[in-house]
């Protein structure tokens, strides 16, 4: 499986936080699943940092070198990912959900074949197959 990991499922990964459950450490320790972090992570843990550094635990040249060190791979933006933004919708009666970062990458994962693990039960509101809320 190609998995693309949400920022905060990263974070918890790198940092082994007890708020990843077992199951998810279960996908990213298996050697036959290639697991990547996004670019768009990179530049969400920047301006979080910048904006609220007590929130973020981490800068994102911290970030960089531990998503690498961990093994995981570097999702680069694409155009592509960029464009198929504008395909994107929310079912009615779904909550109103504004982050940019994370509709780039779902995008991202639609785009590229990849199971997009996140915590956050807003993002099922678009209703893709690619992801999986843990």
């Known amino acids: 499986m190609?998995?693309?990991?949400d920022t905060h499922i990263a974070l918890w990964a790198i940092s082994d936080s007890k708020r990843?459950?077992?199951d998810?450490?279960?996908l990213l320790e298996n050697e036959g699943n290639a697991v990547y972090y996004s670019m768009a992570s990179v530049w969400e843990v920047a301006i979080k940092r910048k904006i609220h550094p007590d929130q973020m635990p981490m800068d994102e040249e911290v970030f960089v070198s531990l998503c690498e060190e961990t093994g995981f791979e570097r999702l680069d933006i694409?155009?592509?990912h960029v464009?198929?933004?504008k395909g994107l919708t929310?079912?009615?009666a779904a909550p109103r959900h504004n982050d940019?970062?994370?509709r780039l990458l779902l995008t991202q994962a639609k785009t590229e074949?990849?199971?997009l693990v996140t915590h956050d039960s807003l993002i099922a509101g678009y209703n893709e197959p690619c992801v999986m809320t843990i």
């Open 24 to 26: 998810v450490r279960a």
């Open 20 to 22: 990843l459950s077992e």
């Open 90 to 92: 929310r079912q009615k």
């Open 78 to 80: 694409r155009l592509s």
């Open 83 to 85: 464009f198929a933004l």
């Open 2 to 5: 190609r998995l693309l990991l």
């Open 113 to 115: 074949g990849l199971k």
């Open 100 to 102: 940019p970062f994370d």
